[in-house]
């Protein structure tokens, strides 16, 4: 679908809805989060979410995000669902996130799954990663492959109903399905789940380990300092915080920072549809 200005102002309305009510529960459990990728951008330029941007993206050090996990279910308003495999087993996404009930953001790809397909913010799982370079990119690799496959049951799961062509699942070699086919019959996802964030937190135990970053990514990395006590920072009618050292965060995952830039580079999710009102208001296709 195509945005007007109007309805990515609507957008924009209901992420400020959510991110006020992450910080509400984040400060009642006492948990810290920061503003990563492009929403850190916006926060770095704009003060504000990025003009063309229609989703919001948070980090939280494993220890925070863990008890976020736990308690915020609890905790949310009545009005919003925290979706992750512990609260919604047929997610097809490793990490968290926290939807506005009875709005509608249809992404492409994931219209499959019986979730909750509300507007959303993401939270990242931030851990530990080894100093040495080689190591990293060994943890790297094998964080990947978990992730993966815990990322692609849910399309084994539904790959007779999903055109192969749409299917995550059969994007991958034929040497990966059969490998993945044999896992799936032999371990639950359950044990997926377990599994990839046992590898991914493997070095939460080691302080001398000084930077952390989604696992899976090589792009956000930030020093562990910097995230475990952040700045705060103007967003649009809130204050968020960020990196403490936001620009050498920024830079190391976009070498090349600038405001301006071309409008093929601004992306966003363009949903296949969306409604503001899943009862009461039209639905945009």
Known sequence: MRYTPEILGGIHAELFEIIEEI??????????????????????????????????????????????????????????????????????????????????????????????????????PFDRIPNNRFVERFHRAECAWFISAFSLHPYWVKRREIPRCESLYYRKSLLSRLVLGVLYRTVSRDWLYHKMNKEMGWFNGNGECHRVN????????????????????????????????????????????????????????APLKLSFDTKNGPTYE
Request: charged share 25%; net charge negative; with cysteine.
């Open 214 to 269: 989604v696992v899976r990514l090589g792009l956000d990395v930030a020093a562990y300092d910097s995230v475990r006590n952040p700045m705060e920072r103007p967003f649009g009618r809130l204050t968020i915080k960020v990196p403490a050292d936001l620009e050498g965060y920024l830079h190391h995952h976009y070498p090349v920072l600038r405001k301006d830039i071309p409008d093929e580079q601004k992306v966003n999710h």
């Open 23 to 124: 910080q509400r529960v984040c400060c009642l459990i006492g948990v810290e989060f920061f503003a990563i990728g492009g929403t850190a951008i916006g926060v770095h330029f704009w003060q504000n979410i990025l003009p063309w941007d229609d989703d919001v993206d948070f980090g939280m050090l494993r220890e925070d995000y863990d008890r976020f996990l736990r308690e915020a279910p609890a905790l949310l308003g009545e009005e919003f669902e925290l979706q992750e495999f512990s609260t919604e087993p047929n997610t097809p996404f490793y990490w968290a996130k926290v939807r506005k009930k009875n709005t509608l953001f249809l992404e492409k790809g994931v219209e499959w799954f019986d979730i909750n397909h509300g507007i959303f913010v993401d939270l990242f």
